[in-house]
């Protein structure tokens, strides 16, 4: 006999650096189907549905919507960037709120069946992206002064869970605040490793040897990190323990490092030497790259991936850029029973080595 579904998971943000170790995630296991909402398609697979659609547009995501049944699971791993500084959270508000807001809500309207909504956020909560903040951060830390878009998407969130509780429904939610996701999405670059691999590409094809391009004080500053697999087991278990009902978590590797370590490894990967941090602005640097990169693309015979859908320089820039300790507690996550962990220098390590053996980079 057939298993039944445990539930029917909607990701939303299915093609991003989060969204789409989520589907992959809950399609390993024999009892969920997908449905994944996303401007781009993924391939298809058994027990997923695509719905390529802007959230944006609340007509056609309430048609999109319509055309699916029996939604018990959200998972909101939506982002839309209005700007490209880390701290220019003002201009990110609306356009986030809006994606939040149009997901839950027709979600909300069409499926009845819906019992909860996990939202993921992430540590700029606590005012990462702003300076030197309380470390470890715990969950129950008091907010920086706004604007900070996650504020406006959590606050909405809970008042609408409210709101349709007196109404009678019965989802809850669940919040998961990750630190600079590990993975790869292709046409959704917002994450550390192809910076790093690009990065050592172009200067190996050039003679030099790997030096850290990020400010001084980063090279020593205690620094964390989220491989994208373990945040997608996190969520899995977020979105099926009855005890994180209505909570917020810290989800990290659960360890620290510092990047002065792990450069020499990283260094090991590409059959290169490392030499003394260099700061250099990734963005402004990088874009005379551009056709090197193109040349190197050919010549190595590497998979074709469009320069601004493969790496973001300035997400290099802000993490290579942070120059104060980044630690959040996990204490909270281990206590209600979220208890893997991944030791961040080796896979950053196995994340390089799998970006050569894929040729994703020479």
């Known amino acids: 006999m057939a298993a ?14 989060i969204g789409r170790y989520i589907v992959d995630r809950l399609l390993q296991a024999p009892d969920w189907e997908v449905v994944g909402l996303s401007r781009r398609a993924l391939s298809p697979r058994a027990r997923y549905t695509q719905l390529s659609v802007d959230l944006l547009d609340g007509e ?4 999109a919507l319509a055309q699916v049944t029996g939604i018990t699971h959200v998972f909101f791993a939506g982002f ?16 986030n709120l809006r994606l939040l807001q149009s997901g839950v809500e027709h979600t ?23 300076g030197p903040y309380k470390t470890p951060a715990k ?7 706004p604007p900070n878009y996650y504020f406006d998407q959590i606050d909405w969130l809970l008042n609408f869970h409210q709101t349709t509780q007196q109404a009678g429904a019965q989802w ?23 910076v790093i691999a690009v990065y050592a590409a172009l200067c190996k094809a050039q003679g030099l040897p790997l030096r850290f391009p990020g400010k001084p004080q980063a090279w020593q500053s205690i620094y964390q990190v989220t491989s994208s697999e373990h945040f997608a087991e996190a969520a899995l278990w977020a979105a099926t323990t009855p005890a994180c009902s209505n909570h917020a978590y810290n989800i990290t590797n659960g360890d620290y490092f510092r990047w002065c370590n792990v450069w020499p490894k990283i260094a090991e990967v590409f059959d290169m030497p490392w030499d003394a941090p260099q700061h250099i602005n990734l963005t402004r640097h990088m874009a005379a790259m551009q056709n090197l990169w193109g040349h190197l693309q050919q010549a190595h015979d590497l998979t074709p991936i469009a320069w601004d859908d493969l790496v973001s320089w300035p997400f290099g820039d ?18 209600h029973g979220f208890h893997a962990v991944v030791e961040s220098e080796t ?11 894929t040729r994703l980079v020479p």
């Open 139 to 145: 969950e129950d830390d008091p907010r920086h002064m």
């Open 108 to 130: 909300h309207q069409s499926q009845s069946s819906l019992k909860r909504v996990v939202l993921v956020t992430g540590t700029k909560y606590y005012g990462v992206h702003l």
């Open 347 to 357: 896979m950053l390590v196995d994340l390089l080595r799998q970006c050569r053996e």
């Open 4 to 17: 039944q579904p445990y539930g029917k998971a909607l990701v939303i943000g299915a093609t991003g650096v």
């Open 172 to 194: 809850d939610w669940v919040e998961l605040r990750p630190q600079t996701l590990c993975g790869f999405a292709p046409g959704t670059a917002m994450s550390i490793i192809p």
């Open 60 to 63: 056609a995501t309430r048609r």
């Open 318 to 335: 802000y993490v290579f850029g942070t120059t104060w300790d980044v630690m959040s507690s996990t204490v909270k996550a281990r206590q």
């Open 80 to 95: 839309q960037s209005a700007g490209t500084v880390a701290a220019d959270y003002a201009r990110n508000i609306e356009v």
